[in-house]
């Protein structure tokens, strides 16, 4: 079965950084196939988009990580990442990688069929 799974996740200090990891295995097709993305989920709030990169590596953001956040992927590894700097309070969250989705110039995607667990971000003011 489809298994994604993320870490790199941490507490840091506002200003600080983090680089997100997700490994997927099992998917049906070739990793280089499959459009990826990274969600998150603060407590008491819904779900919400951070970015997703296509098959064919073009990268869409939330406006609000625009320029904070670079998500790039590694067909080679089956990885994804996700680089955040100039991080706030405000991403403290669980973030979330996925896949079997939409990625368009259009808007992030709002689901996905396949999800990883969760690592957990933590910023400090």
């Known amino acids: 079965q489809v298994q994604m799974v993320e870490s790199g996740g941490g507490s840091v200090q506002a200003g600080g950084s983090l680089r997100l990891s997700c490994t997927a295995s099992g998917l049906t097709f070739t990793f280089d196939r499959y459009n990826m993305a990274w969600f998150r989920q603060a407590p008491g709030k819904e779900r919400e988009g951070v970015s997703c990169?296509?098959?064919?590596?073009?990268?869409y953001y939330s406006d609000s990580m625009k320029g904070r956040f670079t998500i790039s992927r590694d067909n080679a590894k089956n990885t994804l990442y996700l680089q955040m700097v100039s991080l706030k309070p405000e991403d403290t969250a669980m973030y979330y990688c996925?896949?079997?989705?939409?990625?368009?110039?259009?808007?992030?995607?709002?689901?996905?069929?396949?999800w990883g667990q969760g690592t957990q971000v933590t910023v400090s003011s």
């Open positions: 990169i296509t098959a064919d590596s073009r990268t």
């Open positions: 996925a896949t079997g989705l939409r990625c368009t110039a259009t808007g992030l995607p709002r689901s996905a069929n396949y």
